[in-house]
């Protein structure tokens, strides 16, 4: 069946870096873009931006401009989220979703890396 | 950025109610928007895309509808497994915000 499967939980210290892995099955990975959701302890859903499979454009959340870098790599259908400069407030769960390209709905989901910024 | 803000934050209902949660967008968004449910602990999963249009495998007592800022998720009979947060987001613009959220309980 058509699924994502994520890379396992982090733990990480202030400034550094994490990169999350996101890879696809049961689909065609270059007709459909990748976005990247994450979620804070009790928070809501914070949208961090977008991939295109196809071509590798992308568009960020502003407020991440400068620390976020998303990639994908067509060879093995796998999406990846990298994450730099990290603080305590991006400790939070990471999703990748699969974008459908007519409503831009994300209709298939990953179960979610934790990644923990700790001192 | 377009804002979305969610109504009720909460409700509480029993099984068998009727629900109705609404979602407004600061601007227009045409029909680019979609609804999500989210149980404690798991992924979001899509429920409704471009306002009315029924995710495959969700139930029919789903239902979505509105256009340009207003949006209302409706649960015709609320089911046990129906218990979660409901999530609007647009896709109209980037950024793909998403609104507050909605959590149903048990009444």
């Known amino acids: 069946q058509v699924q994502l499967v994520q890379s396992g939980a982090e733990v990480k210290k202030p400034g550094a870096s994490v990169k999350v892995s996101c890879k696809a099955s049961?689909?065609?990975?270059?007709?459909?873009?990748i976005s990247w959701v994450r979620q804070a302890p009790g928070q809501g859903l914070e949208w961090m931006g977008w991939i295109s499979a196809y071509n590798g454009n992308t568009n960020y959340a502003q407020k991440l401009q400068g620390r976020v870098t998303m990639t994908t790599d067509t060879s093995t259908s796998t999406a990846y989220m990298e994450l730099r400069s990290l603080r305590s407030d991006d400790t939070a769960v990471y999703y990748c979703?699969?974008?459908?390209?007519?409503?831009?709905?994300?209709?298939?989901w990953g179960k979610g890396t934790t990644v923990t910024v700790s001192s | 950025d377009i804002q979305m803000t969610q109504s009720p934050s909460s409700l509480s209902a029993s099984v068998g109610d009727r629900v109705t949660i609404t979602c407004r967008a600061s601007q227009t968004i045409t029909s680019y928007l979609n609804w999500y449910q989210q149980k404690l602990g798991k992924a979001p999963k899509l429920l409704i895309y471009?306002?009315?249009s029924l995710h495959s495998g969700v139930p029919s007592r789903f239902s979505g509808s509105g256009s340009g800022t207003d949006f209302t998720l409706t649960i015709s009979s609320l089911q046990p497994e129906d218990f979660a947060t409901y999530y609007c987001?647009?896709?109209?613009?980037?950024?793909?915000?998403f609104g507050p959220g909605t959590k149903v309980d048990i009444k």
């Open positions: 471009s306002a009315s």
């Open positions: 979703a699969r974008v459908d390209g007519y409503s831009a709905g994300m209709d298939v």
């Open positions: 049961a689909y065609m990975f270059i007709n459909y873009g």
């Open positions: 987001q647009q896709s109209y613009s980037t950024p793909f915000t």
